[in-house]
């Protein structure tokens, strides 16, 4: 690969600078817009080799593990600790901008709600016995090289303390030398540990695991492929006074400050709603702050995340109605029929979208929608199919949980006129 230079147009949706060539466009990680580099091209892709003329926006990183010459490897978890704040954010603002363009629409699209460093109460780190120890932390981009970190400014200080802690577990629960992985919750009762990936583990092992949780303190459960090993105390996660045991592997969202803006911004939207359906509910982060003022019922295909949720209403007194349904609104959505006893709506689908139900939200009759998603590109197609439907886009909110990465979240404030 011979080295030439060239000069950075403009970041890519994953946060590379890009390129135009001959070829086509070259994806280079790490360089900012309007900066002369050297770089090694293979294909569609290039290595930055010397940095020639830096741009303006270019900061010094928050972490040692961050970029090519990150300490152990190029950390794969952040990619724009190198751009500064401002135009960091337009990025993320513009990402959301451009997915709802692509469909067609143009619409009022707020600031960017900022993450600040330390918020991070989940995550998942890959992991590795090598040479009697085991090493932990973030896979490097597009590659099974795990970067041990020793520090992290993302993750909750609660969360990094205890990575001696999980060390410590995988050392126990790890047999042979296949990467595996440590899911991690920080939960108002400790921590909330998974291993995944690994083969399975003993008898003994299992007892020593337990043995070790008792004794390290500040961990609430220990699983294994959703299996739980030990609970020392039930993992709780407290939603607006409610206090909920999310089920193992249950989905919550990367930070709690994104949480509470999103629900905030959810309950004004539906302020004024009597009957809210909540698509794609899990154990009830919408619904069960809606519930303060809606009767609400709650429809999500994890049967433990309803079981939960069932859990929790049960046990707080003060919310109207919380009905629930099993369901995959994939395969099954709700048929506006279903929908009629709704004045209002939100849905919370995966990365994948909600086509589906969107479709059959577009022929009902709800007055307001409130769209919540991880993933821009869906969420445009999905928009797409309501504003056909009679709906008008009032305000979308993007949304930055995970910060210094390209991913970005945004909710979609939607009403009918027609």
């Known amino acids: 690969m ?19 060539t001959p070829d086509g466009p070259v994806f280079v990680p790490f360089a900012l817009p309007g900066e002369r580099i050297t770089i090694a091209r293979h294909k569609s ?26 300490k152990n490897g190029t950390c794969g978890g952040c990619t724009l600790q190198h751009l500064a704040a401002a135009p960091y954010q337009a990025f993320k603002r513009q990402v959301v901008i451009d ?3 692509a469909n067609g629409l143009d619409c009022p699209v707020d600031p960017l709600v900022t993450a600040a460093p330390g918020q ?33 400014p993302v993750l909750s200080p609660a ?36 291993f995944s990936g690994l083969k399975p583990p003993s008898e003994k092992r299992r007892q020593a ?41 249950g989905f919550a ?49 994890d049967a433990p ?39 209002g709506a939100v849905f919370d689908p995966p990365r994948a979208g909600a086509r589906e139900q969107a479709e059959e939200l577009a022929r009902s009759k709800v007055a307001k929608i409130a769209a919540v998603s991880c993933n821009p590109a869906t969420l445009g197609r999905d928009l797409r199919l309501l504003v056909d439907g009679g709906y008008r886009i009032e305000r979308v909110i993007p949304i930055d949980q995970f910060l210094w990465s390209s991913h970005v979240e945004a909710i979609a404030l939607l009403s009918r006129v027609r």
Do not use: W
Request: neutral net charge; hydrophobic residues 45%.
């Open 99 to 101: 997915a709802l363009a």
């Open 2 to 20: 011979a080295a030439e230079t060239v000069t950075i147009e403009k970041l890519g949706a994953k946060g590379d600078g890009i390129v135009s």
């Open 209 to 249: 695991a337990t043995r070790a949780v008792i004794a390290v303190k500040g961990i609430a459960r220990l699983t294994y492929e959703d299996e739980i090993i030990v609970e020392p105390v039930r993992p709780v996660l407290d939603i607006a006074g409610t206090k909920v045991n999310p089920p193992p592997s």
């Open 159 to 194: 969360l990094f303390s205890r990575l001696p802690a999980l060390r410590l577990l995988a050392g126990i629960l790890a047999t042979g030398t296949d990467p595996f992985r440590i899911a991690v919750l920080d939960t108002e009762t400790g921590l909330d540990i998974g």
């Open 305 to 343: 995340a309803l079981a939960a949720l069932d859990v929790a209403v049960r046990n707080r007194q003060g919310l109207k109605a919380v009905t629930s349904e099993r369901r995959d609104l994939f395969r099954r959505p709700l048929l506006p029929r279903e929908l009629a006893g709704f004045d």
């Open 45 to 70: 892709s290039g290595t930055m080799l010397a940095l020639l003329e830096p741009a303006a926006e270019r900061v010094a990183p928050a972490c040692r593990h961050f970029g090519p010459d990150g």
């Open 120 to 152: 991070r109460r989940r995550a998942t780190f890959s992991a590795r016995r090598t040479e009697g120890r085991i090493v932990l932390g973030f896979s490097s981009p597009e590659s099974h090289h795990i970067v041990e970190i020793e520090e992290c």
């Open 253 to 301: 969202q990367a930070t709690l400050e994104a949480e509470e803006v999103m629900a905030g911004l959810v309950a004004k939207h539906l302020k004024s709603a009597r009957h809210v359906a909540d698509l794609f509910s899990g154990y009830g982060t919408f619904a069960l702050r809606l519930a303060a003022k809606s009767k609400v019922h709650a429809v999500e295909f």
